[in-house]
């Protein structure tokens, strides 16, 4: 989300959305970037949050959170209160509302076995629901919706930075990840490179339990005939690209590779191609989604 306020004004941006959609990573993130974050607060106070306008004092940007735990938490009335701050000449207020499905929410709750706020004593579908009924006008109002519903946590921390990075000039930064497909492809991924053409370590006994980070997966993949091929030409292409990329003001680009598991082959090629971009003077950050998952004869399937 571009910043096109004016340099005097404040950024204020408004965090809200149902129970285990992100709220609290999309903060966190926030506050790497460098935006002082509070949840849970009430919004009835914001006025006082802010204080009058002081042309004199430093302007941070606020990221405040809140949902339907916060305490008088009405929509209707949060929504004629931000309306009425937004007037301010010395504020740029934006609201961002984060969305998931009601199914995936549901395996959230499950699998961590947390209670939802609103389903204390039913069930957490019926709880979901409530929630949902009462956040739609601030959905409706909301200035950007973010469905996190198919986002690993990592998918939700690059898609806030990719829209609240400071956006003074600066390089475009580059993302180079590795995953398994067997568990989902990353959803935030500009260009994906399938590389279970090639002959799959796992089925070495004394490669199974090691990773593309390890010197012997590295050297089972080169060797095999269509690895320096495919990888050079994987590496012409995108480095071809990134210039144009950057140069539509693209701030964020994700490279990934994958293979069955994605503990291998996905691994090491996603480390060759960080080392030729270092060499053509790009400093790529380097994710491992399942580095650490388990090896399984089950998921990478028959020999």
Same mark, same amino acid.
């Given at each position: 989300?571009?910043?096109?306020?004016?340099?005097?004004?404040?950024?204020?941006? @408004?965090?809200?959305?149902?129970?285990?959609?992100?709220?609290?990573?999309?903060?966190?993130?926030?506050?790497?970037?460098?935006?002082?974050?509070?949840? +849970?607060?009430?919004?009835?106070?914001?006025?006082?949050?802010?204080?009058?306008? +002081?042309?004199?004092?430093?302007?941070?940007? @606020?990221?405040?959170?809140?949902?339907?735990?916060?305490?008088?938490?009405?929509?209707?009335?949060?929504?004629?209160? #931000?309306?009425?701050?937004?007037?301010?000449?010395?504020?740029?207020?934006?609201?961002?509302?984060?969305?998931? +499905?009601?199914?995936?929410?549901?395996?959230?709750?499950?699998?961590?076995?947390?209670?939802?706020?609103?389903? #204390?004593?039913?069930?957490?579908?019926?709880?979901?629901?409530?929630?949902?009924? @009462?956040?739609?006008?601030?959905?409706?109002?909301?200035?950007?919706?973010?469905?996190?519903?198919?986002?690993?946590?990592?998918?939700?921390?690059?898609?806030?930075?990719?829209?609240?990075?400071?956006?003074?000039?600066?390089?475009?930064?580059?993302?180079?990840?590795?995953?398994?497909?067997?568990?989902?492809?990353?959803?935030?991924?500009?260009? #994906?490179?399938?590389?279970?053409?090639?002959? +799959?370590?796992?089925?070495?006994?004394? @490669?199974?339990?090691?990773?593309?980070?390890?010197?012997?997966?590295?050297?089972?993949?080169?060797?095999?005939?269509?690895?320096?091929?495919?990888?050079?030409?994987?590496?012409?292409?995108?480095?071809?690209?990134?210039?144009?990329?950057?140069?539509?003001?693209?701030?964020?680009?994700?490279?990934?590779?994958?293979?069955?598991?994605?503990?291998?082959?996905?691994?090491?090629?996603?480390?060759?191609?960080?080392?030729?971009?270092?060499?053509?003077?790009?400093?790529?950050? #380097?994710?491992?989604?399942?580095?650490?998952?388990?090896?399984?004869?089950?998921?990478?399937?028959?020999?």
């Amino acid at each position: 989300m571009a910043d096109d306020s004016p340099p005097d004004r404040q950024r204020i941006l @408004l965090v809200t959305g149902l129970s285990g959609a992100g709220k609290t990573t999309a903060l966190r993130v926030l506050e790497d970037l460098g935006w002082e974050a509070i949840d +849970n607060f009430p919004i009835r106070l914001l006025g006082r949050l802010i204080g009058p306008p +002081n042309p004199d004092a430093p302007h941070p940007p @606020l990221a405040i959170g809140f949902d339907s735990r916060t305490r008088g938490f009405v929509p209707h009335d949060i929504i004629g209160k #931000v309306k009425d701050i937004a007037k301010r000449p010395d504020l740029t207020v934006t609201t961002l509302f984060l969305d998931c +499905n009601s199914s995936e929410l549901e395996r959230r709750y499950n699998e961590t076995r947390r209670r939802h706020p609103m389903a #204390v004593d039913r069930p957490v579908r019926i709880g979901i629901q409530a929630e949902r009924e @009462l956040l739609e006008p601030l959905r409706r109002w909301a200035d950007a919706v973010v469905d996190t519903s198919s986002f690993s946590s990592n998918d939700l921390q690059q898609a806030v930075r990719a829209q609240f990075v400071d956006t003074a000039p600066q390089e475009m930064a580059v993302i180079v990840s590795s995953f398994g497909f067997a568990r989902g492809t990353p959803p935030l991924a500009d260009l #994906v490179f399938d590389m279970r053409f090639l002959d +799959n370590p796992h089925w070495i006994p004394a @490669l199974r339990e090691q990773t593309g980070l390890d010197a012997a997966v590295g050297e089972h993949i080169e060797r095999d005939d269509s690895f320096a091929p495919v990888f050079g030409q994987i590496r012409d292409l995108v480095l071809t690209l990134l210039p144009r990329y950057e140069a539509q003001g693209k701030s964020y680009v994700n490279v990934a590779f994958g293979c069955t598991g994605g503990r291998h082959r996905s691994v090491y090629a996603a480390q060759r191609f960080a080392q030729a971009l270092r060499q053509a003077g790009f400093s790529p950050t #380097v994710i491992h989604r399942n580095l650490g998952s388990r090896a399984a004869d089950e998921i990478e399937g028959p020999q």
